[in-house]
């Protein structure tokens, strides 16, 4: 029977993490690492699903007998499984028709990136499956996930974008953001992965000064993609870094990690995880190496 495929890009978010769900300007990346569900159409009334990780090794097996009229009644079976189910019967919530035909379903989808990467194994799903539910992504995050929605909206698009929410609504404006000193910017993994949603608990609990600085975020979001030269950048990175320190009473990554690095550092979306932004005269790959950090990304090789 006919394959259909749905593809979405991973995120980065290089200005207004944490603020951007009280409404700040965020300046938001589409990555060339993403995901894809490959769905074929099956006799049998079961769902067989597998998730291949990007050395197309198998992470994640299971077949579930499909029951079209309440997919709540499988949630017995492990952690991932749940939450998978969890998805689809969301999105069968926002569109009855979903899933509705007898026949079954053989899915497959395809990481790009290594899962502890942060790009978005869950956000790139959740959009792929909206695509094929045919229904409003934002909507099922919202119902299965939660947060601000930025991550979705680099799932839909191919350029940078500046993201922000506005009395509940999700606004995603594409944006000219093409550096001419990208080529002394990189993205360093810290070797671990950041729950997101333990992240924003953590702002939520220390947000007393949030309102306050949104509005310098929004400034510092516009100047950074202004930024005419490397220092002008470096510059946006190190403020930025200054006021979610103090709003969320966590110390700058630099600070912590890298005190002798000689260029600017920003963490990316939740701090303590995932990746960090460098901006660096010269090329840092080996100090990084020498601290334990092997994954260094270049701008051009990270950013469609």
């Known amino acids: 029977m006919k394959t259909k495929t749905f593809y979405s ?3 980065l978010l290089l200005s207004g993490e944490y603020v951007v769900l009280d409404g700040a300007l965020s300046l938001a990346i589409p990555t060339k690492y993403g995901q894809s569900l490959i769905l074929e159409s099956i006799e049998e009334s079961k769902f067989l699903w597998k998730s291949f990780d990007e050395n197309k090794n198998v992470w994640f097996k299971k077949e579930f007998e499909l029951n079209h ?3 709540e009644k499988q949630i017995n079976h492990d952690a991932i499984s749940n939450r998978l189910v969890q998805i689809l019967n969301a999105a069968k919530t926002l569109n009855s028709e979903f899933l509705n035909d007898k026949r079954g379903f053989k899915a497959e989808t395809h990481l790009e990136f290594p899962k502890n990467w942060g790009l978005g194994t869950s956000s790139t ?3 792929n499956i909206a695509k ?3 229904i409003d992504a934002f909507k099922l995050l919202e119902n299965t996930f939660g947060g601000s929605g930025y991550d979705i909206a680099c799932a839909q698009n191919n350029t ?3 993201y922000q929410i506005d009395n509940k609504k999700s606004i995603a404006k594409t944006v000219s953001f093409n550096p001419s000193f990208k080529d002394q910017l990189y993205f360093v993994h810290l070797n671990k992965k950041q729950n997101s949603r333990d992240g924003i608990k953590h702002y939520q609990d220390n947000k007393e000064n949030a309102k306050s600085a949104i509005k310098t975020i929004n400034k510092l979001t516009i100047e950074m993609i202004k930024s005419n030269t490397l220092e002008d950048f470096q ?5 930025h870094e ?7 009473k966590q110390t700058p990554v630099k600070d912590l990690l890298f005190k002798d690095f000689d260029g600017a550092i ?3 979306g939740a701090w303590g995880g995932d990746f960090i932004m460098v901006a660096s005269k010269t090329n840092p790959i080996n100090y990084f190496k020498d601290h334990g950090y092997k994954t260094v990304i270049p701008y051009l090789n990270m950013v469609l």
């Open 132 to 134: 094929w539910a045919n």
């Open 9 to 11: 890009h991973g995120k």
């Open 235 to 239: 510059n946006v990175m190190i403020q």
């Open 160 to 162: 940078p974008i500046t």
């Open 242 to 248: 200054s006021i979610i320190s103090k709003i969320t």
């Open 125 to 127: 799903l959740i959009n």
């Open 69 to 71: 009229d309440n997919l």
């Open 266 to 268: 920003k963490s990316l």
